[in-house]
């Protein structure tokens, strides 16, 4: 067996005994398995297992390294989990399946008007800078409101969660909180949150899409 598939299945079993230690109400998260900059000769072990979701955070290098490959596996979901650019729209929308990066209202309107155009939904996380870091892209936790009505009601996009990045060296399980508060309030169904370094943490929040990465394939080259 490959080593990124090994790894895979054994994060698979950590998950499995984290879920049955905290109880019933508790659902299996998904895992995506982050692929960027790594070769499909690490993932398609994955793939041939039967793994379903995969992120990527470069349109370019998406459609390099994934167009031929959704082509044959038409089942897979792809996820674009990094900054997108509005230039890069079209290029997304055709390709991703899954959008975790929608932070601000031209992107909104732009994803928008090219749903129209190539007659196709994606479902998208609203990424919230949950830390308030000014570095950090996301929509601040007082402009949620407004932007998830005009999201949903104006332009008719499929919002199916949010999505964080918590500030580094920190308490992630406040952040998470203050995540699961969030989709309660507004009555969302999904949360991204959760990376190699603390998925476990996040799992006791609810989270419904873990982006683990170099916990399977190892560090990015």
């Given at each position: 067996?490959?080593?990124?598939?090994d790894?895979?299945?054994e994060?698979q079993?950590?998950?499995?005994l984290?879920i049955?230690s905290l109880?019933?109400?508790?659902k299996?998260p998904?895992i995506?398995?982050?692929t960027?900059?790594?070769p499909?000769?690490?993932?398609?072990?994955?793939?041939?297992?039967?793994?379903?979701?995969?992120?990527?955070?470069?349109?370019q290098?998406?459609i390099?390294?994934w167009?031929?490959?959704?082509?044959d596996f038409k089942?897979?979901?792809?996820?674009?989990?990094?900054k997108?650019?509005?230039?890069?729209?079209?290029?997304a929308?055709?390709?991703?399946?899954?959008?975790h990066?929608?932070?601000?209202l031209?992107?909104?309107?732009?994803?928008?008007?090219?749903?129209?155009?190539?007659?196709?939904?994606?479902?998208?996380?609203?990424q919230?800078n949950i830390g308030?870091?000014e570095?950090?892209?996301?929509?601040?936790?007082?402009?949620?409101e407004?932007?998830?009505?005009n999201?949903?009601?104006?332009?008719?996009?499929?919002?199916?969660g949010?999505?964080?990045?918590?500030p580094?060296?920190?308490?992630?399980?406040s952040?998470?909180?203050?995540?699961?508060?969030?989709?309660?309030?507004f009555?969302?169904?999904?949360l991204?949150?959760?990376?190699?370094?603390?998925?476990?943490?996040?799992?006791k929040?609810n989270?419904?899409?873990?982006?683990?990465?170099?916990?399977?394939?190892?560090k990015?080259s």
């Amino acid at each position: 067996m490959h080593n990124s598939l090994d790894n895979l299945i054994e994060i698979q079993k950590e998950i499995q005994l984290k879920i049955g230690s905290l109880g019933t109400t508790f659902k299996i998260p998904k895992i995506i398995a982050v692929t960027k900059t790594h070769p499909m000769i690490s993932i398609l072990p994955l793939i041939n297992h039967g793994h379903l979701d995969y992120g990527e955070n470069k349109v370019q290098e998406a459609i390099d390294k994934w167009q031929s490959i959704k082509f044959d596996f038409k089942h897979l979901n792809l996820h674009m989990i990094g900054k997108l650019q509005s230039n890069k729209v079209k290029y997304a929308i055709s390709l991703f399946d899954f959008i975790h990066s929608l932070d601000n209202l031209k992107l909104a309107e732009k994803i928008s008007s090219e749903q129209i155009k190539q007659n196709k939904k994606v479902k998208l996380f609203i990424q919230i800078n949950i830390g308030e870091e000014e570095q950090k892209s996301g929509v601040s936790i007082s402009n949620i409101e407004g932007f998830y009505k005009n999201c949903v009601h104006d332009l008719g996009l499929d919002i199916v969660g949010f999505m964080c990045l918590p500030p580094n060296n920190s308490d992630v399980s406040s952040y998470f909180l203050k995540m699961q508060n969030l989709i309660i309030n507004f009555q969302a169904k999904e949360l991204s949150m959760g990376m190699s370094s603390d998925y476990i943490e996040a799992i006791k929040f609810n989270s419904s899409y873990l982006r683990i990465g170099s916990k399977i394939f190892g560090k990015r080259s």
